[in-house]
């Protein structure tokens, strides 16, 4: 079955370090990539896309996520933290054909000290 | 800025009751989906609906049923609530993949049986 894999559950840093959040997917034929964050009492939002072309993909607020293909993953980075940052993040996976359902991870809890 | 909603946010309920959960959307987005979400675990696909009249069941078996009679607007219903249906439900919507596109969610409703 098809699965998206989040290696950490939570993250603490402080503020000015630097974050890479780990993301992995099963699924053998072509996919759209996504990072939604859920910060604290907010809906889920989408951060960052990957559909194709450049594998080095940058989002919202300083965020940036490389699909490397032949890992099968996409990781998200963030050079310098903020507390603001502090959220839950989530990769999702849409396999091609699949009539766009999202298969998401676990997610990450980002705890950023000030 | 995401035109979707959810009613109510929070809600706490006895067992054996019939509810309702209600999500909008003001986008005119053809498809939309109920995920439901436990702490620290994935979110998973319940419902989904490619637009009116179209109902599928997701990854994840559930006792709810959906309904989709207008465009805007895919409730979802629990016959009988037991304390196992306790979770997070959360609704999204999307374009039709004319060209790959995110999905948008609402905030959530928060479903407590006892």
């Known amino acids: 079955a098809q699965s998206v894999s989040q290696h950490n559950h939570h993250v603490i840093l402080s503020e000015a370090a630097s974050l890479e959040l780990g993301c992995n997917y099963s699924?053998?034929?072509?996919?759209?990539l996504f990072w939604y964050v859920q910060y604290p009492g907010q809906h889920l939002q989408l951060l960052l896309k990957?559909?194709?072309?450049?594998?080095l993909v940058k989002g919202i607020k300083g965020f940036e996520a490389e699909f490397i293909k032949s890992k099968f993953s996409f990781n998200l980075r963030k050079p310098s933290v903020q507390w603001s940052d502090t959220a839950e993040y989530f990769c999702a996976v849409n396999p091609r054909g699949s009539q766009g359902n999202l298969i998401f991870g676990k997610g990450t809890k980002l705890s950023v000290k000030p | 800025e995401a035109d979707i909603y959810q009613t109510p946010r929070y809600l706490v309920i006895g067992t054996g009751k019939k509810i309702t959960l209600e999500c909008s959307q003001t986008m005119g987005h053809d498809k939309m989906y109920w995920y439901q979400q436990d702490p620290g675990m994935e979110l998973h696909l319940i419902h989904y609906s490619y637009g009116v009249n179209s109902t599928e069941k997701g990854d994840l078996s559930s006792e709810s049923t959906v309904s989709r009679i207008r465009t805007e607007h895919f409730p979802l219903t629990l016959e009988s609530a037991r304390p196992s249906h306790t979770s997070q439900y959360l609704c999204?919507?999307?374009?039709?993949?004319?060209?790959?596109?995110?999905?948008?969610f609402g905030q959530g409703t928060r479903l407590t049986v006892v």
């Open positions: 990957y559909f194709s072309g450049d594998p």
């Open positions: 999204a919507s999307k374009h039709r993949n004319l060209g790959a596109t995110e999905a948008f």
């Open positions: 699924y053998g034929g072509t996919v759209n």
